[in-house]
Every structure is written in C-alpha cells, then in structure tokens.
C-alpha cells in the first residue's frame, strides 16, 4: 500500500471553501473582515438564539435562509470539530468533511475523506487549494485543508439518497432533512451570544 502526499497551491472544488475563492490574494486584514461582516450578517438575519444561551457562550447554529429561522443550535467550545457527512450523488459513495471551530465566530476547513473520485471532488493535487494538503493511501483520498478559515458553512440539502448530517464531537447526529426540506439552503455558523439567561 503506498501514501501519496502533495502540498500543493491552486482552486479547491469542494464546495465550502470554493464560496471564499475571491479573498484568495486579498490582504488578511480584508480577508477577514469580510469573514467577520459575513458572520454578522448572518447572525442579524437570524436574529437572538434560542433556548436562553449563557452570556459569551460560543455556539454553533444552522439557520435556514428560506424561512430565516435557526432550525438547530448547541454550546460548542473554541478547538472542538465536527463533520458533514453524506452520499456523493453521482458515485453513492460517502465523502466525510471535517471543520473546526476555529474562534467565537469563525468555521475552519479541516479536511475532506472520500474513496472515488466523482464531480466537485479535488482529481488530484493540482486542484487542491492553498495551504492543502493532497494524500492517497489505496482508495483512499484525504484532503488536509488545515484549519482554513472559511467564516459559515453553507449547504444545498440534498435528497434523501444524498443524506447529509452533521456529526458532532460528543457523537450527536443532526439529520439535515429532519429540520430543513430538500433543495433548501442552510448556513451552519458559530458566534458568541450576548445575552439570555444562564442555563
């Protein structure tokens, strides 16, 4: 069995990152305020959190952008990751993606895990993006994106055969279909509340 390891600049196809392509080039400082801007917006247009969070409680959320309501949200902690996991639509194979959270507000892109090749996934190194790293270990491919910053997670649910769910850390699963329909755009975010009452 052989490893395969490229580090590697160019355009990644994974969808998630490839939303912030056009702050690849621009200045830190821009590149984050714009992460910045976009986190706020969306915590405006979803408004206070529910379930009375504790006051600078860092949590992850999943609002809904067709009703503007945040479908799920729990307490998570700076450090800790989570995974996207579904079937890929055209191979029906599974692709697991890892983020983190790298700060109060801020997704980070860990890494991407699938077994056949397929449409929207990376073909090889050369079209793996900054900063990745491009592994092949039999059929195995592993895409270490190593923390890149990519602000919110936003995801197209998709069919029942696609499946996507969100595993947490403490092994909590978050079924898509269950609290969105197929079709509908979600953004998972993370940000620190500012009020509500302690738990």
Request: aromatic share 4%; net charge negative.
């Amino acid at each position: 069995m052989s490893t395969r390891v490229a580090r590697t600049q160019g355009s990644p196809t994974a969808a998630p990152a490839r939303r912030h392509a056009r702050l690849r080039g621009a200045p830190v400082g821009v590149a984050a305020a714009v992460i910045a801007v976009a986190t706020l917006v969306a915590i405006v247009i979803w408004g206070p959190w529910p379930g009375g969070a504790a006051t600078g409680e860092t949590r992850l959320a999943v609002g809904d952008h067709r009703t503007g309501n945040v479908v799920h949200e729990r307490a998570v902690t700076v450090g800790e990751t989570f995974e996207l996991r579904h079937t890929h639509s055209v191979t029906r194979r599974p692709v697991t993606e890892t983020f983190s959270v790298l700060d109060e507000d801020t997704i980070g892109l860990e890494e991407l895990v699938f077994d056949e090749y397929g449409p929207n996934l990376p073909a090889g190194a050369e079209h793996v993006g900054q900063h990745a790293t491009f592994e092949t270990d039999g059929d195995t491919v592993r895409v270490r994106h190593h923390g890149k910053a990519i602000g919110t997670l936003p995801v197209v649910v998709g069919s029942e055969q696609v499946d996507h769910v969100v595993v947490f850390a403490d092994g909590e699963r978050l079924r898509l279909l269950d609290v969105a329909t197929r079709g509908s755009r979600v953004e998972v975010m993370a940000a620190t509340t500012s009020g509500g009452s302690q738990r």
